[in-house]
């Protein structure tokens, strides 16, 4: 599978207006991704729409958000079923530092159904922390049979190494995101303490042309949850 994990949408507010559902499937399809992730900024909301939309397109889309911990990283965190993803939304409402958004600084937070109407705005702004440290989210995700992946950590600002300047040894990643802008052997090289924990790329895409700029490809036999799970795991 071709696969895209880390895209945002109108609901991160760092993300482009043109975000939409249709918009991101179209994309995704163009690209000839199999699968992509729902990524926005510690909110679940608007994935299911999205989900529901790649379904008709053929697309699997996992539904999750990039989580902000305590210490100022970001996590990918993706979740199976409504009822797990209604345990994540509760418990990222419930353990976010609230700050209320000024579109006009930070941008809109919108949730659009696929004929683009704004169905949700969020108040409340998204792209601060949850009170709850790295391993803390990291137990809360697999406690809902989730995958937890850190993200972008070679980047030199919200990765797990330029917060923590390391990455735990006893931190159960099911994966490592790299962003677009570096060779994944080149930063094995460059800390082979890490070399043999699985890796993935992804986009960080907050723009339709940006989706599926990189991708990773998973070896697995079919699409659902838990063989995504494995085959990231494995990768």
């Not at 345990?87 to 159904?113: H, R, S």
């Not at 060779?183 to 339709?208: G, L, M, T």
């Not at 990773?216 to 699409?223: A, F, I, R, V």
Request: with cysteine; net charge negative.
């Amino acid at each position: 599978m071709k696969a895209d994990l880390h895209i945002h949408t109108t609901l991160s507010p760092c993300g482009d207006i043109e975000m939409t559902p249709v918009a991101i499937i179209a994309k995704a399809k163009e690209m000839g991704l199999d699968l992509i992730g729902i990524t926005d900024h510690n909110s679940t909301l608007q994935a299911r729409e999205i989900r529901r939309v790649g379904l008709l397109a053929g697309v699997v889309v996992l539904c999750g958000a990039e989580i902000t911990t305590r210490e100022e990283v970001h996590v990918l965190a993706f979740v199976e079923g409504d009822d797990s993803l209604d345990k994540l939304q509760e418990w990222l409402t419930a353990n976010l530092i609230v700050v209320p958004n000024n579109p006009d600084i930070f941008g809109y937070q919108l949730v659009v159904n696929q004929n683009e109407d704004v169905v949700y705005q969020e108040d409340n702004l998204l792209i601060g922390a949850i009170d709850k440290s790295i391993e803390e989210v990291e137990e809360f995700v697999h406690s809902l049979g989730g995958i937890f992946i850190p993200a972008h950590i070679d980047k030199q600002q919200n990765s797990v190494i330029s917060q923590l300047g390391f990455l735990p040894t006893h931190l159960n990643v099911d994966a490592l995101e790299l962003s677009s802008n570096v060779n994944i052997e080149d930063f094995k090289k460059r800390n082979s303490y890490i070399a043999k924990k699985p890796f993935i790329q992804s986009s960080d895409a907050h723009y339709v042309d940006d989706i599926g700029k990189v991708y990773t490809e998973l070896n697995t036999d079919g699409s659902t949850f838990e063989q995504i799970k494995s085959a990231i795991k494995n990768q």
